[in-house]
């Protein structure tokens, strides 16, 4: 509904790719990420979607360059590129590069969890 009341709502369309990736609706997930780069420029964020839905429809290019953007809008560091990278891997039947960068993934999560938590902890 956001993206009927404002066409220029860059976040609006970035949560309308994440909605429709999870619909199963990538073609048009794809769409949205697109709109919502044309609408801010270094949304990453926008890229992890546009990849995802690739994967999905197995579009490995797509995908690879939304990596690539990824990487240098963020950092190849990021907890999305590393999830997005070890579906490439996966993809491509690179079950242990795929491997190591979901326990990558895993441990960066894990990490960020623990600062939310100390960062909550009474002093």
């Not at 950092?75 to 990278?85: D, F, H, I």
């Amino acid at each position: 509904q956001v993206i009927r009341i404002d066409n220029n709502d860059g976040d609006g369309y970035l949560l309308l790719s994440r909605v429709l990736n999870h619909l199963g609706r990538y073609c048009e997930a794809i769409e949205a990420a697109e709109k919502t780069n044309a609408l801010l420029p270094n949304a990453w964020q926008a890229q992890f979607e546009r990849g995802i839905a690739a994967l999905a429809l197995g579009n490995l290019a797509m995908a690879t360059a939304a990596l690539e953007q990824i990487e240098r809008g963020a950092s190849p560091k990021t907890p999305e590129a590393q999830l997005l990278r070890a579906g490439i891997y996966l993809k491509t039947e690179r079950v242990l590069e795929a491997k190591a960068e979901l326990q990558k993934f895993l441990l960066s999560l894990a990490r960020k969890t623990l600062e939310q938590i100390e960062a909550n902890l009474p002093r």
